[in-house]
């Protein structure tokens, strides 16, 4: 060695032990943290971070509108390989050994978003009504994900439900609503619509509402597992249809991954609009090639579970989808509403959920009141609540009987789609000592995750008809039933009671 480079050597021998001598501290820090690091991610990759699930298993009531015997639900996941071989076992407390369940069916989810997915659809049978069960997955024979839910509830057996819309936005709010209403423990949840914003694309879904809604960890930071653990029904709004300015249809060409709406839930097959030549449904446009896939991969479920209705406990809830396109004039439709109500008059309670109200004093969207034109079956029918999203707030009705006006026998809209008829108020009716309400309250639970808004200033009569109004804060609708009596509170983004009643039967 050259003495300059011999020099060069011992001086940054030098240099290095005067630096690990004063700096020694900060540098084992940093060895640590790097260490931790790495463990953190081998532990979380042991604990099944990398176990194939682009969406963790989560829970569905498919195609079961009416109570059984034995009871069967849905089990959905998404991945991004067909390759596996996948199983489902599951068990009650009062078996002794896992049950096997039939093998999952497969469907192709996208062409594009970010490549082709899969979508698997496993159902869990033999289960008893309102029992507890664990349910296990296994991939390629390891064990790779479990969880435990509630069958569904048989008549004369207590049962919980959250109901909130507008939520999929990706907001702090959403985040803490979905994290409420697991601390809550329902039985199931009814999302009012605008499930995911703005277009109700797959790949939104898979950013805005799977990460929050299927968290691993719940908390307020993050939202919680409510789908793996908790039945979830879906209602169609405007946010949810992906319609362009033109407002004629969903075009495949451009949005290859709209309408996920049909694709990632699955609720009962029993409405009653039913092929895609219908008038009354979202329309596809764009090639049909894109569009004949899109139509496969709902695997039936598009257009029929616009409307659906299902029994949960002693229960009867209706479905209904409130989009522009749909006409409530229509006597088929109407026929299939009230038909749908006075089959299922042995229930107790009767409840119809759809996305836009039809009653409504906020700043946006008070003129759409469209809905309203099914009010006089609604009450005829005996329907306890009617239950909306749309406008980003809470609002309450009194209990009310509306009569909209008729042209040639039939309920119609003005042409700026108000609809005008006659008010008949229970203004009695408090919720606490008079428990009985004459007329139908109608809820507005838009509060989920989005802006909120307030109440248009100035609208002629429209303090008449809503007795409650909140949009200070982001909130959530839970109704815990007791056989003849319902409990009604509306709970607050960080589990303020923002309001309550009771009803009694």
Known sequence: MSPVRFRLSAFLLLAFYVLMKKYWRYLLIVLLTCSMSGLHVWAA???????????????????????QKEESLELFWITDSNQDLWEVKS?????????????????ILSYSVPEKLYLWDNPID?????????????KNGKEI????????????????????????????????????SYLKKPDFLVILGDIAYSFGRLSEYLSKVFPIFGSSEASAQLGAPLLQSTITLPVIGNHDIAYGDNKSGINFDKLRDALAFYQVWSAPLNGPLKNRSEKDIPKLLGNEENIGRYIQSTDGRYPIMSNYSFNYGNSHWLILDANPYMSWTNQ??????????????EKTWKFVCFHQPGFSIDKVHNAEQRMRLLSDIFQDCGVDIVFSGHAHNYQKSFPLLFRPVRTGGNPSANPDGTVSGEFVLDKLFDGKKNLHPIGVIYIVSGAGGAALYGAAPNLPGATNFIDKFNASTHSLTLCEFKQNELKLSQISEDGQLIDSFKIQK
Not at 126 to 138: P, R, T
Not at 149 to 157: L, N, S, T
Not at 332 to 345: A, C, M
């Open 145 to 180: 994900f479990a969880g435990e839910a509630v069958a569904r509830k048989a008549d004369g057996q207590s049962f919980r439900v959250v109901l909130f819309g507008d939520t999929g936005a990706d907001t702090l709010a959403e985040k803490k609503v979905v994290y409420q």
């Open 45 to 67: 990759n042991e604990a099944g971070l990398n176990n194939g699930f682009i969406v963790e298993p989560y829970l569905q009531l498919g195609n079961h509108p009416v109570q």
């Open 126 to 138: 033999g289960l008893e009504a309102g029992e507890k069960f664990q349910y296990k997955v296994s």
């Open 91 to 107: 068990k009650s407390p009062k078996q002794t050994h896992w049950l096997q369940q039939k093998p999952p069916q497969k469907s």
């Open 332 to 345: 088929k439709l109407r026929n299939w509403v009230r038909q749908d109500l006075t089959t299922n008059k």
